[in-house]
């Protein structure tokens, strides 16, 4: 973990005319103002606009072509679903509102109301998306100047006093570093670090590397029939310790199988079969291969990452040295990004090991012909999940997500869960035989079941002796565990927002940003519309415990207790859970796995069925689920994807009639199931 300047800088001088307003300066065209901030990724937007409305001048500078990040770059469903959206209010509500209004005015309903606080998927068209954040941008006169790629930051004493881009110079009293790579403070200057640290060095339990416990044959199976993913590097060392790497980068694709809206996928450049080796021992072993589609408005999808899927949509290793590499090394490393997405599209409709079915359905899917006409309709912006992070004023770490969520100086609250996607695959040797693996994501629970907790103002600060008047929202100062939790658009959007107020005040009062009274700063928090208080269901010790199933009332079924066939995996990532853990199908679908429970009731009457699972996007939609109890049967069919009731362990399914004079069986299969089947318990109740 290093602390260095960004790559290739250079100071240059700085000559700033006199005796004009900043307002003048803004509206003229010239190069001073309240504000900078650098990156119009969400979180810049987010700033830029806030601090407007607080009455200062803002200029939003972007070293790309393209405004607005992800959120416009082809992100369309933006994770809101898996946090508590009571708490994600401000900009981010208001920009969703207004995507939702402007589809009404075009007469078309979404399947959603942004008003309702659910966890309904919000999805829109990344047109759409981009035009409502210009028309914010625009409202809020907020002067955007995008390909404006920083070259040197000009300081006096702990003060940016400019920042010098390939297109001019900028004066400002309070910058902002909204990149996702976190650019400006590397180059102001301020303490950094990127990749893992090891467990020891923040106390966090999820930290290191997360190998592999079982060997693995040369077919590229476990010890228990499991098959593990493409391996592209070498051992990487102890588990315990951290590294550089930081989380595979992707594309959120946007596409559609409408004819007449369908380009045609461009050919890669070049295409090596024999990196996709593994993928097709995995496709002829009965192993399900693609991408996660969420349907969009307009006959469309969003192509992301498989959510617990063996082979990631990103190319994993790729990322690392985005963040420190200049412009034309970060051209080279966005283009092998395109080239690898290419090359996987190519293989999954063409090779003869991915079944027919699946190369057909790929083969309809193509671009959309009105989605970034400019960039030959790919999307142009990287998934960037995890590049530079400060070390600042306060460092935000497992224990502040997972046992001490409450802060005193909070400025947001967070609730995505902690996940990580994959940061290397390692290759292990041993006399020919090849054990081969992935470094596991880390997911533990989702806040709809407890996990909420405040970003305190501090960790957006740098420490006061390497700069005074900058503020870091998106690159914050955090570990690799907390940036696994805070690294989604909708976090960034409402720490951008706070950050931007904070720029403003810090402005007006001509005082350093650390020096920025809080109570000043949360009052103008609120007035803004940001949730600052923790809701009230947060209780992270209740959440990071299993549950005893001898503490629960009525019959408890737990997973160890049933009988199983075909394949299941164990596992303990999504809390609370009830006994030792729960078991999934690894979303096969093949009808093999079945879970039997066989008990008797007490005395024969009316019972209120109710399963505990881990509710998620990922998780199937139709489970099936029988109870037979003498002449009695039942038919059910569980929606895995629905939230429990809130602070519940287990949601109702229905009432069945049971006899006690007879063994009552109850099965769940994953008979023609989509997505993970999760078998963690049944409960019984007496009706009422």
């Given at each position: 973990?290093?602390?260095?300047?960004?790559?290739?800088?250079?100071?240059?001088?700085?000559?700033?005319?006199?005796?004009?307003?900043?307002?003048?300066?803004?509206?003229?065209?010239?190069?001073?103002?309240?504000?900078?901030?650098?990156?119009?990724?969400?979180?810049?937007?987010?700033?830029?606009?806030?601090?407007?409305?607080?009455?200062?001048?803002?200029?939003?500078?972007?070293?790309?072509?393209?405004?607005?990040?992800?959120?416009?770059?082809?992100?369309?469903?933006?994770?809101?679903?898996?946090?508590?959206?009571?708490?994600?209010?401000?900009?981010?509500?208001?920009?969703?509102?207004?995507?939702?209004?402007?589809?009404?005015?075009?007469?078309?309903?979404?399947?959603?109301?942004?008003?309702?606080?659910?966890?309904?998927?919000?999805?829109?068209?990344?047109?759409?998306?981009?035009?409502?954040?210009?028309?914010?941008?625009?409202?809020?006169?907020?002067?955007?100047?995008?390909?404006?790629?920083?070259?040197?930051?000009?300081?006096e004493g702990t003060r940016i006093s400019s920042l010098v881009t390939d297109?001019?110079?900028?004066?400002?009293?309070?910058?902002?570093?909204?990149?996702?790579?976190?650019?400006?403070?590397?180059?102001?200057?301020?303490?950094?670090?990127?990749?893992?640290?090891?467990?020891?060095?923040?106390?966090?339990?999820?930290?290191?590397?997360?190998?592999?416990?079982?060997?693995?044959?040369?077919?590229?199976?476990?010890?228990?029939?499991?098959?593990?993913?493409?391996?592209?590097?070498?051992?990487?060392?102890?588990?315990?310790?951290?590294?550089?790497?930081?989380?595979?980068?992707?594309?959120?694709?946007?596409?559609?199988?409408?004819?007449?809206?369908?380009?045609?996928?461009?050919?890669?450049?070049?295409?090596?079969?024999?990196?996709?080796?593994?993928?097709?021992r995995f496709a002829k072993s009965g192993g399900r291969l693609g991408w996660?589609?969420?349907?969009?408005?307009?006959?469309?999808?969003?192509?992301?990452?498989?959510?617990?899927?063996?082979?990631?949509?990103?190319?994993?290793?790729?990322?690392?040295?985005?963040?420190?590499?200049?412009?034309?090394?970060?051209?080279?490393?966005?283009?092998?990004?395109?080239?690898?997405?290419?090359?996987?599209?190519?293989?999954?409709?063409?090779?003869?090991?991915?079944?027919?079915?699946?190369?057909?359905?790929?083969?309809?899917?193509?671009?959309?012909?009105?989605?970034?006409?400019?960039?030959?309709?790919?999307?142009?912006?990287?998934?960037?999940?995890?590049?530079?992070?400060?070390?600042?004023?306060?460092?935000?770490?497992?224990?502040?997500?997972?046992?001490?969520?409450?802060?005193?100086?909070?400025?947001?609250?967070?609730?995505?869960?902690?996940?990580?996607?994959?940061?290397?695959?390692?290759?292990?040797?041993?006399?020919?035989?090849?054990?081969?693996?992935?470094?596991?994501?880390?997911?533990?629970?989702?806040?709809?079941?407890?996990?909420?907790?405040?970003?305190?103002?501090?960790?957006?600060?740098?420490?006061?002796?390497?700069?005074?008047?900058?503020?870091?929202?998106?690159?914050?100062?955090?570990?690799?565990?907390?940036?696994?939790?805070?690294?989604?658009?909708?976090?960034?959007?409402?720490?951008?927002?706070?950050?931007?107020?904070?720029?403003?005040?810090?402005?007006?009062?001509?005082?350093?940003?650390?020096?920025?009274?809080?109570?000043?700063?949360?009052?103008?928090?609120?007035?803004?519309?940001?949730?600052?208080?923790?809701?009230?269901?947060?209780?992270?010790?209740?959440?990071?415990?299993?549950?005893?199933?001898?503490?629960?009332?009525?019959?408890?079924?737990?997973?160890?207790?049933?009988?199983?066939?075909?394949?299941?995996?164990?596992?303990?990532?999504?809390?609370?859970?009830?006994?030792?853990?729960?078991?999934?199908?690894?979303?096969?679908?093949?009808?093999?796995?079945?879970?039997?429970?066989?008990?008797?009731?007490?005395?024969?009457?009316?019972?209120?069925?109710?399963?505990?699972?881990?509710?998620?996007?990922?998780?199937?939609?139709?489970?099936?689920?029988?109870?037979?109890?003498?002449?009695?049967?039942?038919?059910?069919?569980?929606?895995?994807?629905?939230?429990l009731p809130q602070g519940k362990q287990f949601r109702p399914l229905g009432?069945?009639?049971?006899?006690?004079?007879?063994?009552?069986?109850?099965?769940?299969?994953?008979?023609?199931?989509?997505?993970?089947?999760?078998?963690?318990?049944?409960?019984?109740?007496?009706?009422?």
């Open positions: 973990m290093k602390n260095q300047l960004f790559s290739a800088l250079f100071l240059l001088s700085l000559i700033l005319p006199t005796g004009v307003s900043a307002r003048e300066q803004v509206e003229e065209g010239g190069t001073r103002a309240d504000i900078v901030v650098y990156g119009a990724t969400p979180g810049g937007v987010c700033a830029a606009i806030a601090a407007s409305r607080e009455g200062a001048t803002v200029i939003l500078l972007e070293p790309t072509d393209h405004i607005g990040g992800l959120n416009t770059g082809g992100l369309s469903f933006s994770d809101s679903n898996q946090t508590v959206r009571s708490t994600v209010m401000g900009l981010f509500d208001e920009w969703h509102t207004r995507i939702e209004k402007d589809y009404s005015a075009r007469g078309i309903k979404l399947p959603y109301q942004v008003r309702v606080k659910d966890q309904s998927k919000w999805t829109y068209e990344p047109h759409v998306a981009l035009r409502v954040t210009k028309q914010m941008l625009d409202e809020a006169h907020v002067k955007v100047l995008p390909k404006q790629v920083l070259q040197s930051v000009r300081k297109n001019g110079a900028f004066a400002a009293k309070t910058f902002i570093d909204a990149t996702y790579e976190g650019d400006l403070m590397a180059a102001a200057g301020v303490s950094w670090t990127i990749g893992r640290e090891g467990k020891a060095e923040y106390g966090e339990s999820l930290a290191g590397k997360r190998y592999p416990k079982s060997r693995m044959n040369i077919n590229g199976f476990d010890s228990e029939g499991q098959i593990l993913p493409l391996i592209t590097t070498t051992d990487a060392g102890p588990e315990d310790e951290g590294d550089s790497n930081v989380m595979v980068y992707s594309f959120r694709l946007c596409l559609t199988d409408d004819p007449k809206n369908r380009v045609p996928f461009p050919k890669p450049e070049s295409y090596d079969p024999a990196r996709f080796e593994v993928m097709r996660d589609l969420y349907p969009l408005p307009g006959g469309k999808f969003d192509g992301n990452n498989s959510i617990g899927g063996q082979f990631s949509l990103g190319l994993v290793g790729g990322g690392n040295g985005w963040s420190e590499a200049d412009e034309a090394g970060r051209a080279a490393i966005w283009e092998q990004h395109k080239q690898y997405t290419l090359e996987f599209y190519h293989f999954l409709t063409t090779d003869p090991a991915v079944p027919e079915k699946v190369r057909n359905a790929y083969a309809r899917l193509g671009l959309c012909k009105d989605e970034f006409p400019e960039y030959g309709h790919f999307s142009p912006a990287l998934y960037v999940r995890e590049g530079r992070r400060m070390r600042g004023m306060y460092v935000l770490s497992q224990k502040d997500i997972l046992e001490q969520p409450e802060k005193k100086d909070p400025i947001a609250v967070s609730s995505f869960p902690i996940d990580s996607h994959d940061c290397q695959r390692i290759a292990l040797t041993d006399g020919g035989v090849i054990n081969e693996g992935t470094i596991f994501p880390v997911r533990k629970s989702s806040p709809k079941q407890g996990y909420a907790y405040h970003v305190p103002y501090r960790s957006i600060l740098p420490q006061p002796k390497e700069c005074s008047n900058l503020l870091v929202p998106v690159a914050l100062s955090c570990t690799h565990v907390g940036i696994s939790s805070l690294r989604v658009e909708p976090t960034w959007m409402i720490l951008g927002q706070s950050a931007g107020i904070a720029a403003a005040l810090s402005a007006r009062n001509e005082s350093s940003v650390q020096d920025l009274p809080y109570k000043q700063l949360r009052a103008r928090l609120l007035a803004q519309g940001q949730v600052l208080e923790l809701p009230p269901d947060t209780n992270a010790n209740e959440v990071s415990h299993s549950i005893d199933p001898q503490s629960l009332p009525g019959i408890v079924l737990d997973n160890t207790s049933a009988e199983l066939s075909g394949h299941w995996s164990h596992s303990t990532n999504f809390k609370p859970h009830i006994g030792s853990g729960y078991l999934h199908d690894e979303k096969s679908g093949d009808g093999k796995a079945t879970a039997v429970f066989r008990f008797k009731v007490p005395q024969s009457g009316r019972y209120q069925l109710l399963m505990a699972y881990s509710a998620h996007e990922s998780r199937a939609n139709n489970v099936p689920l029988t109870v037979f109890s003498g002449a009695k049967k039942a038919r059910l069919s569980v929606d895995q994807t629905r939230t009432i069945v009639e049971l006899q006690d004079d007879v063994e009552t069986k109850i099965t769940i299969s994953n008979d023609k199931t989509s997505g993970f089947v999760i078998l963690d318990a049944i409960q019984l109740l007496p009706a009422k």
